[in-house]
């Protein structure tokens, strides 16, 4: 089984620690099912700065292809942050730099290459939606994090995102159990076909239209041990996803009740593994401002 990440790259740029770690949301699900025992690529842009030749040389120690990248003139995506009682806190970004201001356009050659995995990945900070279409009927099932912010949840946007995925991502930390529940009815009614919403410390919930499947969240049994939460959510679709992929899910066929419910189990754990992992995969390096 073969897992691509299509889309964004990003130095995350810890300023209490004075640490730059390579990241990004279609990366780390390439990078954490690798580690999950499947073949990972990442396919996108890479900026022709040192953030950009660091980021793609970290990707790739990863056992992760990344030879269909391309590397355009210009800046690197960073996002700053710090880590406050183990949580990350988001402090700002430069808009993703080159990889997002000019994303890949998947032209027959990138489409052939894409067509030989089994699933594909991608995010609302990837600049990928105009590409979702083309991946109809192509074969890779498709699977996209709606992340967090309520931009990305206006009918216009799930609009354009949800008739093209079999597997949408909404974090919903900061909603309650019912608002959850209406969202991912939402995005299925939109063209979902599964939808999964993380709520941290209170578990998951997915919903396919009809069947609607809870479980509870794998905590870190000493707080003290957790390193900080970057990548968790990330983690947590990995291990979802890979689970359903090992349950035989494909484009077309909707998972059985068991294969979600273990898919919940499995991304609980994937999750609380990396609550105990540095940056998202580490290979932290310090931190050297861009002029």
């Not at 912010?149 to 093209?164: G, I, M, S």
């Not at 709520?199 to 390193?227: C, E, F, L, N, S």
């Not at 909707?254 to 994937?270: N, S, T, V």
């Amino acid at each position: 089984m073969r897992v691509l990440g299509f889309g964004d790259n990003i130095v995350d740029r810890f300023v209490d620690r004075g640490v730059d770690y390579p990241g990004g949301n279609s990366v780390n699900v390439a990078v954490y099912a690798r580690r999950l025992g499947l073949d990972a690529a990442y396919l996108g842009v890479f900026g022709d700065d040192d953030l950009g030749r660091f980021l793609r040389e970290a990707i790739a120690a990863q056992g992760v292809a990344v030879g269909r990248c391309v590397v355009r003139a210009g800046e690197s995506g960073v996002s700053t942050l710090r880590v406050d009682d183990g949580d990350r806190v988001f402090l700002g970004w430069n808009g993703g730099g080159v990889t997002v201001r000019e994303p890949l356009v998947l032209d027959d050659e990138l489409l052939g290459y894409v067509s030989g995995f089994d699933l594909v990945h991608s995010s609302v900070y990837s600049g990928s939606e105009s590409e979702l279409p083309k991946l109809a009927g192509l074969g890779p099932l498709v699977s996209f994090d709606l992340s967090s912010e309520e931009e990305f949840r206006v009918p216009a946007y799930l609009d354009r995102v949800c008739p093209h995925a079999d597997l949408v991502l909404l974090s919903c930390s900061h909603l309650d159990e019912a608002a959850t529940r209406d969202l991912l009815a939402d995005a299925v009614r939109r063209g979902a076909r599964l939808a999964l919403g993380t709520r941290g410390v209170d578990g998951a919930i997915a919903y396919d239209g009809d069947v609607t499947v809870a479980a509870p969240a794998h905590p870190v049994a000493d707080p003290r041990k957790i390193v900080d939460t970057m990548g968790c959510g990330d983690a947590f679709l990995a291990g979802f996803a890979v689970s359903l992929l090992r349950g035989d899910w494909s484009a077309g066929a909707r998972p059985r009740r068991d294969m979600i419910e273990r898919a919940l189990r499995d991304g609980a754990e994937a999750a609380h593994e990396q609550c105990l992992v540095e940056g998202a995969f580490g290979h932290g390096r310090p931190a050297v401002p861009q002029n």
